[in-house]
């Protein structure tokens, strides 16, 4: 059972504007949140997180908010570029539970229209 | 930048042929993670180490090994490839502090194809 959802195997966005990339969790123990970024032939790279004690949290372009009452956490990039199409995976742990307690999502494929 | 690296990148072999996946990292990190991946789902987490003589299997089964003799090395072995064992084969390592919450340092993978 898939305790990490993204509905969305797909999304395109025209470039200079806002990218929404959804994420849906079902355990309640997950206290920390993460996104990492994959190009194609690529392994992937550390993002984003927040901690479920935030609600927001912002690093430059990127903006990832949590709803803990709806168990769904959302990646917004503003203004989206062409170096931006990739694929985004959400990742879930507990804190103290280590990498290896990481469970990641299928991964959603962001397309740049120029 | 992370320093972590994989070999090979592309490998197409035939079945029942032994395979060694390695990596190494340079940044001195304790603990380091092999991920399993097919397009279109999740990193599924295979083996694991915290240490050198330390090992330890993944949430996924797999009849992959691993070996931890040097801190910075971590491969990975399959002794009679399959078909079923084509996928992408992803290396990962972490210190202490970003161990904590889950933040890795990925290789670029290694791309296995059994013929």
């Known amino acids: 059972d898939q305790q990490v959802k993204q509905n969305s195997p797909s999304l395109s966005v025209q470039e200079g504007r806002i990218s929404i990339l959804n994420c849906d969790y079902t355990?309640?123990?997950?206290?920390?949140f993460l996104w990492y970024k994959k190009y194609p032939a690529e392994g992937p790279t550390f993002l984003i997180s927040?901690?479920?004690?935030?609600d927001k949290n912002e690093d430059g372009r990127f903006t990832v908010f949590l709803n803990k009452s709806a168990k769904h956490l959302s990646l917004h990039i503003v203004p989206s570029q062409p170096g931006d199409s990739a694929v985004y995976f959400c990742?879930?742990?507990?804190?103290?539970?280590?990498?290896?307690?990481?469970?990641f999502g299928k991964g959603t494929h962001l397309i740049i229209q120029p | 930048e992370a320093d972590i690296y994989q070999t090979p990148r592309y490998l197409v072999i035939g079945t029942g042929k032994k395979i060694t996946l390695e990596c190494s990292q340079t940044m001195g990190h304790d603990k380091m993670y092999w991920y399993q991946q097919d397009p279109g789902m999740e990193l599924h987490l295979i083996h694991y180490?915290?240490?050198?003589?330390?090992?330890e299997k993944g949430d996924l089964s797999s009849e992959s090994t691993v070996s931890r003799i040097r801190t910075e090395h971590f491969p990975l072995t399959l002794e009679s490839a399959r078909p079923s064992h084509t996928s992408q084969y992803l290396c990962?390592?972490?210190?202490?502090?970003?161990?904590?919450?889950?933040?890795?340092?990925f290789g670029e993978g290694s791309r296995l194809t059994v013929l």
């Open positions: 355990n309640s123990m997950f206290d920390y």
């Open positions: 990962a390592s972490s210190d202490e502090g970003s161990f904590y919450h889950g933040e890795l340092f």
């Open positions: 990742a879930a742990s507990r804190s103290g539970g280590g990498a290896d307690g990481l469970t």
């Open positions: 927040i901690s479920s004690i935030k």
């Open positions: 180490s915290y240490g050198v003589n330390s090992t």
